[in-house]
């Protein structure tokens, strides 16, 4: 069994950075695709930014060239780097695993492991 655990949410100002860890446990980490989704409050959850075991990532066009993921398969680590923050990404964030794959997985229907979601609240 899988579990992931988020942390480093919280509120911040508009321009402002946070860095957002998921930390994971059991199995084999080094094999896992991993995404960071978000869900605003009245709205669908969605892709923020996932990579692969081997590294290759995806963005949503909306975080794109503020965030970036990667990952320390030795920590059985995940990081989300935010940068100039706004209000429209203000949501609770959500790591996510799918064992035993070598893509970029961008749908939530593919991960098979969910953390508990972290809020990140941006105040203008």
């Known amino acids: 069994q899988v579990r992931l655990v988020e942390s480093g949410g919280g509120l911040v100002q508009a321009g402002g950075s946070l860095r957002l860890s998921c930390a994971a446990s059991g199995g084999t980490f080094s094999s896992y695709a991993m995404g960071w989704f978000r869900q605003a409050p009245g709205k669908e959850r969605e892709l923020v930014a996932a990579i692969s075991r081997g590294g290759r990532t995806v963005y949503a066009d909306s975080v794109k060239g503020r965030f970036t993921i990667s990952r320390d398969n030795a920590k059985f680590m995940m990081y989300l780097q935010m940068n100039n923050l706004t209000p429209e990404d203000t949501a609770i964030y959500y790591c996510?695993?799918?064992?035993?794959?070598?893509?970029?997985?961008?749908?939530?229907?593919?991960?098979?492991?969910w953390g508990q979601g972290i809020q990140v609240t941006v105040s203008s």
């Open positions: 996510a695993a799918r064992p035993s794959s070598s893509v970029v997985e961008v749908t939530t229907a593919a991960y098979n492991y």
